[in-house]
């Protein structure tokens, strides 16, 4: 088949796919097994050439990361039964003061709080988070709510052990350890940068109360506001959106709050998860140091660091909150990471299709041949994918998905073609994403006030990490 047939027939199962999950709503799962299917038939593959095609590349990616985004979600959703992410919140206020929160807030959130599902974050810490608004100073609303928006987003696909990360990570075959090295590299200047740049926005002029922000029944200086510290009023508005997993974790944290038995040092609760990470990384050193002692290659492998991690939070658990609530973490964990699993696995699905279709070489050739900086296609790819679609960890995954077969023949580190994939893969947040509406109700802003702290700060937040991974080719 020639090239250009294949190129066309590449570009109809990805706008296929497209369709199906924006305009007829049809699962993401399912759409890019449907996409994966045309293109494996259109190019010649054969039916049963392009199943097996399939099932290896979902197979294969599981492997790599199948363990990983499990332990992960599971230690996230124990974490947050102990009630840790409340307690962050408070000590970060008390010890940064309400001016800090928003940078100290969207550092805690873009690295070590991303084995929480976001949505979960989102309800348990916004409610604290808003309430600190009007200490932090002028348009402290739009400073808090933009500073959740970048570092939730930022976090989810370029940090380990975000979920989009360690997929990323999986379908480019970067070693863990090194994404999560040059992943911290990336989001903390991102973060920091991206937060400043929108408050000096803010200042000028860019944000205005009287059509950006509504009051909420919450803001009422009344008892109600007791609710919301529990995260009791969280949950209406989370239905109000139309995300009844939201609701219910909201309903959870509040149980498992009044329901606390021992309170245990907040390092203590986050010690298990931190140290699961300083042991990934040290993983990595010793492998780019040349190191080869056994025991370092067992602890710093991610699958048992994860694995010391998890055990060591339920240990912590068990102590502070109990077996039940640790049982009701665990089959949170399971649900939240169903789909996060298959939607991966199809990613990888998509990537072997595309790779054996023999869209590689002529990529290949193509990024060889192009004088645009391959890093800055890789990064449009991936923000046009999340334009059209509306899902930051799903574009990131198609478009990797896309780019992992051309990889190896593009000179770049693939560590930065990961992350510049998952820096494109955060432009334009907007109304078809649910973290965008979670953002709009939690914090009292209108559509348009959302439109500005979420699709501006985000988008924002996307170009400063792009250059952040340029600076990173200069040295790798």
Known sequence: MSDIAILINTAVAV???????????????????????????STGLGVTKTIETITQGFGDIMVEVGLLVAFGVLMGSILNETGAIR??????LNTFGPKGLPYTMALAVSTALQTIFLDVLLVIAAPLARRMAPKIGKHGTARI?????????????????????????????????????????????TVLISVAIMSFFFDRGFWKAESDEQLLAQDEPT??????????????????TGNAGTATAATAATAVQTGQRREAPLFLLFLPLLASLLLIASGALAEILGYEASWIQLVGNPVVALLIGLVGTIAVARYTIGQKAIDRGVASGFRESGQILLLTGVGGSLAATVSTAGLGDIMGQFFSASTVAPLVVVWGIAALLHIAVGSVTLSGITAASLLAPIAPSLGIDPVLIALAAGSGALFMVHVTSNTFWLLQSLFGQTVRGALKTVSVGVSVASIVALGMVMILNIFI
């Open 145 to 189: 709510a933009t500073a959740m928006a970048i570092a939730g987003e930022v976090g989810i696909v370029l940090m380990v052990p975000g979920v989009g990360a360690v997929a990323l990570a999986g379908m480019l075959e970067v070693p863990l350890g090194k994404m999560l090295i040059f992943g911290l590299l990336v989001v903390v200047p």
């Open 15 to 41: 706008l296929a796919a497209v369709v199906l999950i924006v305009r007829f709503k049809v699962n993401p799962v399912i759409a890019l097994v449907i996409g994966s299917l045309y293109l494996g038939l």
């Open 87 to 92: 307690r962050l919140v408070e000590h970060l």
């Open 223 to 240: 008892p109600g506001t007791r609710k919301l510290e529990r995260g009791e009023g969280t949950g209406q508005d989370a239905a109000r």
